[in-house]
């Protein structure tokens, strides 16, 4: 009638909402620990051969633990998801104390690694930005390290601990999308419309917005609103406006507004 409100009851609201998710609300942590495997196998066979299988100079063995490690971690996020998309809740539980030590070696070898990697990497091929390489690693590191902390700290509470170890392993797909052939990068930049798409697909179920690698080197610590929402800050000492650059050792080819930070990209010396 006019003037009168037609409210559904909430146990109605909850059922729609169910009735809604269909197949891809029942396997999408199964489907993304798939795709997550898809990522890492196809990034990283781009280089496999030249730069891990028969290189042409020796690669450190810690380089060799870190990819069993890192392989570990993956298959075993698939075989946790497939557990409880099969209804054995019980065996999830059980075993997740191995994810527990996968995910501390993790964090133990990846630091190692990072730091025997950066060295072996100055001796040997003398990177412009050897610090670059460093400082990457490490936001990675702790890109994993935090959501992973809080999914075992949220462990009894079961829908802040699959988003958030879907997260820390999605975490891990940076260095595989940083090998992908160069068709899969924007023309004129280093952006990755694969991993740009790859992040907003997992915003569904983790809530966060896209990410925007847009930096503005000429506001220190803070970043301009933008239309995605997020953005990557990155504290800058030099407030000189400058050139747009884009840094060739950045995640994803980092869009750095200020091109007096690396003159040498800017044509100056």
């Known amino acids: 009638m006019i003037g009168q409100t037609i409210s559904r009851p909430p146990n109605a609201l909850v059922n729609g909402a ?16 798939l795709v997550i495997a898809t990522v890492v196998v196809y990034g990283f066979s781009q280089t496999a051969e030249e730069k891990f299988i028969h290189p042409a100079i020796a690669r450190p063995v810690v380089l060799y633990v870190h990819a069993g490690v890192f392989s570990g971690w993956v298959l075993f996020f698939i075989f946790q998801s497939a557990l409880v998309r ?20 993790m964090l133990v070898v990846g630091v190692e690694t990072a730091i025997i990697m950066g060295r072996f990497n100055i001796f040997h091929f003398h990177p412009r930005y ?3 390489g460093l400082l990457i690693s490490f936001f990675d ?3 994993f390290t935090i959501p992973f902390a809080l ?5 009894k509470k079961p829908e802040f601990h699959r988003r958030l170890q879907l997260m820390a392993t999605c975490a891990l797909t940076a260095a595989a999308f940083g090998r992908f052939p160069r ?14 798409g790859f992040l907003i697909w997992v915003r569904v179920i983790c ?46 080819g980092v869009v750095v507004e200020n091109s007096s930070l690396y003159p040498r990209l800017a044509g100056s010396e």
């Open 141 to 143: 590191i702790a890109a």
């Open 86 to 105: 099969t209804g054995m809740v019980q065996w999830h539980r059980r075993i997740g104390w191995i994810g527990l030590a996968l995910g501390i070696a």
């Open 183 to 196: 068709f899969f990068l924007t023309m004129g930049t280093n952006h990755s419309p694969a991993a740009r």
């Open 18 to 33: 169910k009735n809604r998710k269909g197949l891809l609300g029942d396997y999408f942590y199964f489907f993304m620990a």
């Open 151 to 155: 999914a075992i700290y949220w462990r």
């Open 207 to 252: 809530g966060s917005r896209p990410v925007d690698l847009h930096v503005d080197a000429t506001r220190p610590g803070r970043q301009p609103t933008n239309p995605s929402g997020l953005s990557i800050r990155a504290p800058c000492p030099c407030p000189v406006p400058g050139r747009h650059a884009v840094h060739p050792d950045a995640p994803f």
């Open 130 to 132: 050897p610090e670059s």
